[in-house]
């Protein structure tokens, strides 16, 4: 399971890799703020359904170790969000909080993007394996 957790580690920071290249080579297109949003709103996207498909595939397949590539997906997919979210307060709007939040009351779509990134803090500052066992059954509920 080691070369598997080795190689979701290579996969999963590849999108990143490709975006630090991008922006050292200056390849970032035209608009590199929205480049950089989608790029990295695509991967959260991807890896939060990949985190979630690995219980089903899991019941399907009968291959219990997939179970171990959960957390370390869901971590990634917060780290993708957080990328996502930074990009968005800091290179969009420049700290405009005021401006954050009204975005988030008018488009429909910032609003469930702001309420999941909001859902998964909590899951990720808890994954820890000192938290999981302190919280016992409570994790599973969070």
Known sequence: MTAVKALLWALCLTPAAQLAWRAYTGALTANPIEFITLHTGFWTLVLIMATLAVTPLRRITGW???????????????????????????????????????????????????????????????????????????????
């Not at 702001?114 to 000192?130: D, E, H, R, W």
């Open 64 to 142: 219990n170790r997939i179970i171990q590539i959960r957390r370390p997906l869901g971590l990634f997919a917060f780290f993708y969000a957080l990328l996502h979210f930074l990009t968005y307060v800091a290179l969009d709007l420049f700290f405009d909080f005021s401006a954050v939040a009204a975005d988030v009351l008018k488009r429909p779509y910032i609003t469930v993007g702001f309420t999941a990134f909001v859902l998964l803090i909590p899951l990720a500052f808890t994954s820890t394996k000192g938290s999981i066992r302190r919280l016992g059954r409570n994790w599973l509920r969070l």
